[in-house]
């Protein structure tokens, strides 16, 4: 009988949950809902001098904003050295490892004769025959793995296809540090095989480590996991995805305005393709996820993409989770407080009756807000530059008879409103257009809004008009 399938997801806590590191969480998790199995979360913070409690927090915070589950407690390497360090015991016992007293600068030399000789292993394997009995007094031994000399270390990768290192090539790993604590290598084989991880979903800047790894296995009696190296993310150009690409942690993503639905599904099409499909629901992504449609080469990094991702995504979504989400964002934000403080039932409610405007012109939340921006403006409106231009001496008096022609108007109602400003420009032989446009800036500060009718008939009767008196010149 097949086990159940087990992923996981293991971040090193030095920093933010990276772009990176939040697509290798969502395939993780996309594989293992696809097969009924679960996802694991392991915090590698072997690392004690890079590792912060607030990356940690960092981490799960993007993960659960992005909506991505795992199973079970979170599980930290640090607290397991214990575990690793009876197995490293277990292999010395076995003799499958040994027990290493070269110094410091004995190593310096290994590594710098291997370097101008090309070799990539850098550690001689001078004790690993020796007699522990020559060590040199006050030395503090590692444990090495006693590794292969000869033949190949295989992996047979879910995306990579059959991968082949020759053991030559593979020196003596260190299992535990001359303080006792346990690499990096043994941590990892130490608890996947302990979490019964059945496959090792990752990106392909380990795919090295497999090699190293996959001998740790072999030497316990250990069942390999899958592996999948999935190639690492890249910017426009086509180098490494640096912070002017989008390097940037998931939190910054956030707080640009972006959907966690779109990113997700930004996120799978990364790397993954399912036809020419581009728009997936959580569960579409779910069902189509496969190892095997993943391709080998980088993906690229692309903004314009996302926003467009995003805006479909803003579109799509019900207005009122779009105002959850904006009072959200605000929290995230600079300034962010102060415009949460003007939020109330009434601005609430014109933000509500705005929506449906606002958002066919947002590719982010971040757009949606400053579009909205005119709903919870102080009175005197500040005017931007461009729109001050706006207001000569000739449209405030237009302003001014504006405010008197709209006065009278009631029901109020984007309607009414529109009907009164018509026959107001027919009487006084103007374009409709030359009539929107100073009352937009009296009534926004700004050139560009959303349709004039539909801000008129949010704001409603005295806000309206108590705007056109502060522009009016009579």
């Known amino acids: 009988m097949t086990p159940p399938v087990v992923t996981r997801f293991a971040p090193s806590p030095t920093g933010f949950l990276h772009i990176g590191g939040a697509r290798t969480a969502l395939f993780n998790w996309l594989y293992a809902k696809k097969h009924g199995g679960k996802m694991l979360l392991r915090i590698e913070d072997t690392d004690r001098e890079r590792s912060t409690e607030p990356a940690i927090a960092a981490i799960l915070d993007g993960l659960s904003w992005l909506g991505i589950t795992w199973d079970g407690d979170t599980v930290h390497q640090f607290s397991r050295a214990a575990r690793h360090r009876e197995v490293a015991e277990q292999l010395l016992a076995a003799g499958k490892a040994y027990r290493c007293y070269a110094t410091a600068e004995e190593l310096t030399r290994m590594r710098e004769a291997a370097r101008a000789e090309g070799r990539s292993n850098l550690y001689d394997g001078s004790w690993r025959e020796r007699d522990t009995a020559e060590a040199p007094p006050g030395v503090k031994p590692t444990i090495r793995l006693k590794a292969p000399l000869s033949g190949e270390t295989v992996i047979e990768d879910q995306v990579q296809g059959r991968v082949v290192w020759q053991n030559e090539n593979l020196d003596d790993l260190v299992l535990l540090r001359g303080d006792g604590n346990p690499t990096y290598m043994l ?25 190293r790894q996959k001998q740790i296995y072999d030497a316990l009696g250990w069942e390999l996991p899958s592996m999948s190296h999935i190639p690492l993310i890249h910017g426009p150009d086509g180098s490494k995805l640096s912070k002017r690409h989008g390097a940037l942690g998931v939190d910054a993503y956030r707080a640009m305005g972006y959907l966690p639905a779109a990113l997700r599904n930004y996120l799978v099409r990364l790397g993954w393709s399912h036809g020419d499909q581009e ?13 095997s449609a993943i391709g ?15 805006g479909h995504y803003i579109r799509q979504a019900d207005d009122q989770s779009l105002l959850t989400m904006l009072e959200e964002l605000l929290r995230h934000i600079p300034h962010g407080l102060e415009i949460a403080a003007k939020l109330n039932d009434t601005t609430r409610a014109q933000l509500l009756q705005a929506m449906p405007g606002l958002k066919e012109r947002a590719k982010t939340l971040l757009e949606l807000l400053d579009n909205a921006g005119f709903i919870i403006a102080d009175r005197p409106l500040t005017i931007e530059p461009k729109a001050l231009a706006v207001l000569t001496p000739a449209t405030r008096q237009l302003i001014g008879q504006l405010h008197d022609a709209l006065e009278s108007v009631t ?3 984007s309607e009414t409103t529109e009907a009164a400003m018509r026959a107001f420009a027919e009487q006084n032989g103007l374009k409709l257009g030359a009539v929107a446009q100073p009352l937009r800036v009296a009534l926004t500060g700004r050139t560009t809004s959303p349709g004039i009718f539909d801000v008129l008939a949010v704001l409603g009767p005295q806000e309206c008009l108590s705007r056109l008196a502060d522009q009016a010149q009579r």
């Open 411 to 413: 029901p109020w109602s």
């Open 296 to 310: 080998r080469s980088a993906a690229r990094f692309d903004f314009a993409k996302l926003e467009n991702l995003n």
């Open 187 to 211: 941590a990892v084989v130490v608890d996947d095989h302990d979490m019964g991880v059945t496959h090792v979903i990752r990106g392909d800047d380990h795919l090295i480590n497999a090699a």
């Open 279 to 291: 728009i997936f629901s959580t569960q579409e992504m779910i069902d189509a996820f496969d190892l």
